[in-house]
């Protein structure tokens, strides 16, 4: 290949990529207006006010029948700025709290308001759970019970109770107070039917909890809710990782070098 030739294939590519960032965003318009706005209800709101949009009693308030969301700059602003209570719908207080979703784009945002105005939420299932069982869901949340589809276990990221510091990772969360911050065992169970962080949707895609973990796992954090949070964990992979990493670089610099000969030295070993 000549060198114009590289220079105009090199060329074709740059332009392609200009096309991709600048051009397709501008130019789907079509593509966002098809966007399914139920789809991202379920991946990212479902958890807490319910695919039928009741919300869950004292905890979430319901999205049905709700004046507030006509306000389409409102429902924005919730979304991606988050709410905090105390707020009052259809005549009941609730007091939590809304992390905002960042994660969603604005054709998303969009998508997701025009379905929680339209008020067409899928019909109510049977969701009362059995009682869960606090040690099961310890068990579960520390690996030691598997999950019916093959899910991770809480202890992979996240820290509770007295698992906590060296006994395991902080990627995640401390999860010790999780009933108190979603205001109780229910509340717990439902979000967990969706889990609400953006993180954790990749991992339980295809491997949703079964309903009686939910109720088992959401009873554990409900009998562990008195205790204090972990205050500055260490990462025993971090920690474990950085070690190593030292270790390593130790040896690299205690190993005996041997100098390879120069091109001057080949010259006087033929002489």
């Given at each position: ?50 695919p039928d949009g009741l919300g869950v009693p ?51 945002v969009a998508a997701v308001t025009a379905y ?156």
């Amino acid at each position: 290949m000549t060198r114009a030739m590289r220079l105009a294939s090199t060329l074709a590519v740059g332009l392609s990529l200009v096309a991709a960032v600048f051009v397709l965003p501008a130019g789907s318009a079509e593509a966002q207006d098809e966007l399914d706005g139920q789809g991202v209800y379920d991946s990212n709101c479902s958890a807490c006010h319910q695919p039928d949009g009741l919300g869950v009693p004292d905890t979430f308030p319901p999205l049905s029948g709700n004046p507030n969301v006509q306000d389409t700059e409102y429902v924005r602003i919730v979304i991606t700025e988050g709410l905090s209570g105390p707020i009052e719908v259809l005549g009941v207080t609730y007091d939590g709290v809304m992390p905002p979703i960042t994660n969603l784009a604005d054709a998303e945002v969009a998508a997701v308001t025009a379905y929680i105005q339209a008020d067409d939420f899928a019909e109510a299932g049977d969701t009362e759970l059995e009682p869960g069982d606090p040690s099961t869901g310890e068990a579960i949340f520390l690996g030691s019970q598997r999950l019916e589809n093959a899910g991770p276990a809480c202890v992979s990221c996240h820290t509770a109770a007295e698992y906590q510091g060296l006994n395991g990772p902080t990627l995640g969360p401390d999860l010790t107070d999780l009933a108190t911050r979603y205001g109780g065992e229910d509340a717990v169970a439902a979000a967990l039917s969706n889990p609400p962080s953006a993180t954790m949707q990749p991992l339980f895609e295809g491997a949703p909890l079964a309903d009686q973990e939910r109720a088992d796992l959401a009873a554990y954090f409900e009998s562990i809710s008195d205790e204090q949070p972990a205050v500055g964990n260490v990462d025993i992979m971090l920690l474990g990782g950085v070690i190593g990493a030292a270790i390593f670089f130790a040896l690299m610099l205690l190993a005996p070098r041997s100098r390879r000969p120069g091109f001057a030295d080949q010259l006087r070993s033929r002489q």
